[in-house]
């Protein structure tokens, strides 16, 4: 950019780094007219891994500048990831075993210190923000964490003005996103599409109820939300399944009245509180409740009838029997206590992903009821072991569900005592956290990328002092793509381009296809509440909310007119479009009905690179996914 008026010389010199070879000259020389603009091209042959500098510097005739842009290399190959998560009341030792195909150079291994919950909602709220939100639950499931953060700061004094910030931020962001969701004559929906679905609509309430201690929420749209749940109530107290939601594979307990009551009573309830609104219709739902309570089976209905009834009546004999039921059915196992179920939940996750949300719920009942506070103890410890490398629980909703009552749990805890923790791999001190009172909130990382081999990698972590804390061992490797054989999934990808050499400024067409086959995976196996019988939970006719993470060539601007189209014939139901992808949002795909869409995209520069890798999966059962491979492409011309 030449911002004088006169014409200026201009020496470009790309900065040499370890990590990069240039293709061509690390010098060129740019005759720029009066107010000019012009572009100019440095080829480089990326040879090193991570996020790395790139630094070109200019130097005119009477002035100078320079611009330093970060750049991510990938290895070539898939990744692969491992977790071990638990208490650190003690020294420990794990072995992380990292292939001996992987790739060179790209592995690594972290461990992280968490000094109590509050870190660990701390990490699940930057976390949860990198998952996609195309629908009404993932988009309050991204807002909640930051209100959930904020309300405990506000609780127990103790703000941290940079997370206060960011979650505010956050918090602005996702309420203005939610109210778009709300169906012309009440309610809310999964796209923003009539009709209103009725349980979504009363976990929205929960989250507005919440949100109002911290936010400016406006409290007439909270109460037409509760009128237009109150029109729907029937006569005996009951609200009916909604007709579109149960028979996707939901399970038999949603289709019939009383878990469908019992979680909008729960809405009702809190949002009630919240605004001091009439509770005529949660007194009705309460009494529908108590007489149908013990047709409640499956261990997710009680926990949803549990936390129902201790909002609506915590103190009435028929919530205590539910949670005394609830309590009973539990399953103790090395220590820490947890709740199986065979119910798919209320956003479709099934097998494990659905007794995290049922361990989830019946933690935060117990916690907020007051109960049995050394089973809900347990019950956190056996979520945390849960936690996923990524520092999240698979979904968000798992996700939500875990840090509430995580949050619940805290009160104005801190940790006591001071504590060193030594992290020794293969021998070699990797770091070491210092863990006091004024650092108590803060996660901490230790970075062991110098001492992971190919192998078994032995890592320790030494404690000294007081206090007890927890911990987490995440490890990543990459395969090379030309060994992965993807295994059978109920969920199929294809991707397919119609040139793989083409001209700049010319137009590339990327077939994709998505198919859901049931019939690649058995049916899933749930264990039936606390007993070692083993229940069978059928493929569903459908796959639900599934996602399509569509890599986009660097180099290529995506036809938003194409992904546009595809919304309109309702092929898909939402988009979002990142620098690197595309995110294609589906309803549901029909099994034997597979999908197939062109998108168009454009050649912007001429260079030679890799596509990232495309995934299918179901949002709420993320271990369904099938990758389709990258792709070279060439794009030639001046």
Not at 97 to 108: C, G, L, M, R
Not at 275 to 298: P, T
Not at 345 to 350: D, G, K, L, N, V
Not at 592 to 608: T, Y
Request: glycine share 8%; net charge negative.
């Amino acid at each position: 950019y030449n911002y004088l008026n006169v014409p200026q010389t201009v020496t470009l010199n790309a900065d040499k780094e370890d990590w990069f070879t240039l293709t061509g000259d690390a010098k060129q020389v740019v005759q720029l007219g009066a107010n000019e603009v012009k572009g100019v091209r440095f080829r480089i042959k990326a040879t090193g891994l991570g996020f790395r500098k790139l630094t070109v510097r200019a130097q005119g005739t009477s002035r100078a500048d320079a611009v330093r842009r970060e750049v991510e290399i990938v290895p070539n190959g898939k990744r692969f990831e491992q977790a071990f998560n638990g208490r650190l009341s003690g020294n420990v030792q794990q072995t992380v075993t990292i292939p001996e195909s992987a790739i060179k150079d790209a592995s690594n291994i972290l461990i992280k210190i968490y000094p109590g919950f509050f870190s660990t909602v701390i990490e699940g709220m930057d976390k949860i923000l990198r998952m996609p939100f195309g629908c009404f639950e993932q988009t309050s499931s991204v807002t909640y964490p930051n209100l959930l953060v904020l309300d405990y700061m506000k609780r127990t004094k103790r703000t941290t003005p940079e997370i206060q910030m960011k979650a505010e931020q956050y918090v602005n962001v996702g309420y203005q996103r939610l109210l778009s969701y709300e169906v012309d004559g009440g309610g809310f929906s999964w796209f923003g599409s009539a009709p209103a679905n009725k349980v979504l609509t009363a976990y929205g309430l929960q989250e507005f109820a919440d949100m109002l201690a911290v936010w400016d929420v406006d409290e007439s749209m909270i109460q037409r939300t509760r009128d237009w749940e109150a029109r729907n109530q029937n006569a005996d107290g009951s609200w009916s399944p909604d007709k579109d939601y149960i028979d996707e594979g939901l399970g038999p307990m949603w289709k019939d009245n009383l878990l469908s009551t019992a979680y909008i009573t729960w809405g009702m309830a809190e949002s009630g509180k919240a605004i001091k609104g009439d509770m005529g219709a949660v007194d009705k739902a309460m009494n529908y409740i108590r007489g149908h309570a013990s047709e409640a089976k499956d261990n997710y209905a009680l926990a949803i009838l549990a936390n129902a009834m201790v909002s609506a009546a915590p103190d009435d004999p028929a919530t205590i029997s539910v949670l005394d039921r609830l309590i009973e059915q539990r399953t103790d196992e090395d220590g820490k206590t947890f709740w199986k179920t065979e119910q798919a939940t209320m956003t479709f996750c099934r097998g494990d992903y659905s007794n995290v949300e049922t361990t989830a719920l019946a933690a935060y009942a117990l916690i907020r009821s007051g109960r049995q506070p050394d089973v809900a103890t347990r019950a956190l410890e056996w979520l945390i072991s849960k936690r996923d490398p990524s520092g999240t629980w698979g979904t968000t909703q798992a996700t939500i569900l875990t840090l509430k009552a995580m949050v619940a749990s805290m009160g104005a805890q801190t940790q006591r005592g001071e504590a060193t923790v030594t992290v020794m791999v293969n021998g070699n001190e990797a770091g070491t956290a210092r863990i006091t009172p004024q650092n108590a909130d803060v996660l901490q990382q230790i970075d062991a990328k110098s001492f992971v081999k190919p192998g078994d990698n032995d890592v320790q972590l030494i404690i000294t002092g007081t206090g007890t804390m927890m911990y987490g061992i995440s490890a990543y490797h990459y395969i090379p793509w030309e060994v992965i054989r993807e295994p059978k999934s109920p969920m199929e990808i294809t991707v397919k381009y119609d040139r793989e050499r083409l001209q700049k400024d010319e137009t590339l067409t990327c077939d994709v296809t998505v198919a859901y086959v049931p019939g690649n995976i058995g049916p899933v196996p749930v264990a039936v509440n606390a007993v070692d019988r083993i229940g069978i939970l059928p493929e569903p006719k459908s796959a639900n909310m599934v996602v399509v993470d569509l890599g986009i060539p660097p180099g290529f601007s995506v036809e938003q007119g194409d992904l546009a189209d595809l919304v309109d014939r309702k092929v898909i139901t939402r988009f979002e479009t990142t620098g690197r992808q595309v995110i294609l949002y589906f309803d549901k795909i029909e099994a034997g009905k597979p999908v197939a869409m062109k998108i168009r995209m454009k050649a912007q520069f001429p260079l030679k690179a890799r596509t990232p890798e495309s995934v299918v999966y179901q949002y709420y059962e993320p271990d369904r996914r099938t990758v389709a491979a990258p792709v070279d492409l060439e794009v030639v011309g001046a």
